[in-house]
């Protein structure tokens, strides 16, 4: 969804106020099930002294294998959206700024860009998560398992010693 900030740019005061499920069926970003909500997003973009800025949140649910026991995990993200906007930049880049280049901004492609950035890189079913036994596979969250972690061979010497 495009919207237009013709008003907002223009009028010091002015804002544009927005409620909207991001869709997920592929037309603009890849589709992703593992978003089992949709993502909602709700906010305004206002002027405030000539600086155009979107303040908004994201509510989304997101299921993935734990990347420890490989068990289904579900999370809720609350995510807070804050961008300063302008419709040109003059001289070097800079990424304190989202630039335009109109006085329209794809809201899906931002919000979709966000989401994405802020999805954690290891997926958990829980930080205390356990995981497998490496020798028989057992999720170590749910059972103990008998097996006895292997010796590196070059301390068979000294197992020795201890033995006798």
Not at 17 to 46: M, T, V, W
Request: net charge negative; proline share 5%; glycine share 8%.
């Amino acid at each position: 969804m495009y919207l237009d900030l013709t008003a907002v740019f223009g009028n010091d005061g002015a804002s544009v106020e927005f409620d909207r499920k991001i869709k997920l069926d592929g037309d603009d970003q890849e589709a992703d099930p593992n978003f089992i909500s949709g993502i909602h997003c709700k906010g305004r973009i206002y002027n405030r002294a000539g600086m155009v800025e979107m303040d908004a949140t994201a509510d989304f649910d997101y299921q993935a294998p734990c990347d420890r026991c490989a068990e289904e995990a579900t999370h809720h993200f609350n995510l807070p959206l804050q961008h300063k906007l302008i419709q040109h930049l003059s001289g070097e880049d800079n990424d304190e700024y989202i630039v335009l280049g109109s006085s329209s901004l794809d809201l899906d492609g931002l919000v979709w860009e966000d989401v994405i950035l802020s999805l954690p890189m290891q997926w958990l079913c829980s930080p205390d998560c356990k995981g497998l036994c490496p020798m028989c596979g057992a999720n170590l969250n749910q059972t103990t398992c008998g097996c006895k972690k292997p010796v590196d061979p070059r301390f068979d010497i000294l197992e020795s010693l201890l033995d006798s």
